[in-house]
């Protein structure tokens, strides 16, 4: 048996039958509807077979990476080598306490806890309801909108560090900025976050979540894959406002364009390749720096390239 064949078996006898798929095409798991295959996409059912599939990477130095709904990754057309462990849908128990706190795990969607806190009568989610994404996605890239980011409600995170152990940090120790958390630049893998949130009436905030909807489908190019905004916020600008002044807003290359409702989104307009969408953040990119010399960071994450 050849080392590829070895490996999937191995890590089907650790996370069962069917949970193992090979060269399985990331545009099937991301928001964006691009990139090339996962040379294994696994989808455990459990914390513990999580962790084993993550020893089994270890030792056998295959790279892994954590994928949630795949909200924010562009994949290359090439795909990635190695293990892409989806944790959205089944690892997404959300547990919620009576004194304000929310335990969730981190393939909970984000829609799914704001309605789990509406339900029992919880405010302080609601600006995360409408992002697309799971806890563990947003806990790493302290995902915001609307005057909340989740660093406002974490408590703690619960985390299987690189070498292996499984540690809580409390919010303190995530190192929170923004877009930016220490799993990100240590590594870590989310697998469980606590919030802390307020009681409230859960007819105010559906509505508020309601409202925080309408003005996302007024704004937004919800109409088309994307990955939502593709650049950080510079310092003192707004990125949108940038590439509008830069002359950028429709700009194509083949199927991937900047939103011409909104320009700080890349959209696919159907057949958008990873590479299309490359060479329009690198015009964009290079436009702004030459009309307004800022520097723009995209906020996608990218893989493969
Ligand atoms: C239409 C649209 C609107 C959006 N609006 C917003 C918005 O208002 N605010 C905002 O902040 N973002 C927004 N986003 C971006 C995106 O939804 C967020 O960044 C979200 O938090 C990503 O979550 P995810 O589960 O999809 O993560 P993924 O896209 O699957 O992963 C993103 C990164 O996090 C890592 N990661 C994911 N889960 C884990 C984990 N459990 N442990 C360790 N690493 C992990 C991945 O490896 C990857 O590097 C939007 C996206 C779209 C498509």
Redesign the pocket.
Known sequence: MDAHANLTEQLESLVGEGTVLEEEPLRDHT?FCIGGPAEWLVLPRSEAGLCAVAACCRASGVPL?????????LASDEGVRGVVLK??DNLSTITVGSDGRVAAQ?GASNAAIAAAACDAGLTGYEFASG????I???A??N???YDGQLSDVAEWVRCLAPDGHVMRLDAEEADWGYRHSR?MEEG???LEVGLRLAPGDSAAIQQRMDELQQRREEK?P?ELP????TFKRPEGHFAGKLIQDAGMQGHRVGGAQVSTKHAGFVVNCGDATAADVRRVIADVQAKVRERSGVALEPEV?LWGF
């Open positions: 928001t990476h954590v994928l949630g709904l795949g909200s924010n990754v944790l959205a981190a992002i697309p994404g799971t563990g996605g947003a790493v890239m995902a915001g909108a799993m870590h893998l989310v937004q919800l994307s990955a939502g905004s994450r």
